[in-house]
């Protein structure tokens, strides 16, 4: 039997998807991964359903969890976000406290894994990061989101999912090509940083991928 790979995050995940298309995966690191696993299972195609929605918060998913997850009925589930709790501080004074933040994130695990078959060991929390791009414009946001981030790491220890650290992955590519070719504007990946993310991605979960 197929199997069911969900996605769910906010526009990095999103990344253009036509909403009217149910199998549409965007133009990111989703439908990156979506080509490499069609090919790999083309006698037996997995399900690969995009759900991200630009601008999105943890209590976003929350809201849409039961339609965009749970019904869905995924059997590998990957989730990114985040950065949207910290960015509306910034340009709409409406923050999301740390603890919300957790509780939140919490909420979607528990239920996920309390109502469906998905398993801890088939979910990943994608860690949401910033660049300061540019330059002076957004250093000041990790004040904000270095907390979050250490509740989604913590919620991957504390539930037992796997973790990818996507801050020290683009810090160190930052080594060899400015910030910007990696993240424009400083959130949303360029091309090469969807692909960055991708390979992270699958290099993190291959055990449970042929091919």
Known sequence: ?????????????????????????????????????????????????????????????LARWQEDCLDLKPD??????????????YDSDDP??????????NDLLTRTFEQTDCTPAHSILIEPFLLDVPKGEKAHWMEDLGPKQAVIRKAATTFGTRFLPLQEIFNQVCHSAPPSTWVPDGVHPSRAGHQLIADAWMDEMKDIFKG
């Not at 080509?35 to 918060?57: H, K, Q, T």
């Not at 590998?76 to 501080?89: F, P």
Request: hydrophobic content about 35%.
């Open 76 to 89: 590998i589930l990957s989730i990114y976000i985040g950065v949207n709790n910290t960015w509306r501080r």
């Open 1 to 61: 039997m197929s199997k069911t790979l969900l996605f769910q995050g906010d526009s990095i995940t999103d990344c253009g998807r036509n909403r009217e298309n149910f199998s549409d995966t965007g133009k990111g690191y989703v439908h990156l991964l979506a080509s490499r696993l069609d090919l790999a299972y083309v006698e037996n195609p997995m399900r690969i359903w995009n759900r991200g929605i630009s601008g999105n918060r943890t209590k976003d998913l």
């Open 96 to 105: 999301t406290p740390t603890k919300i933040f957790e509780s939140e994130l």
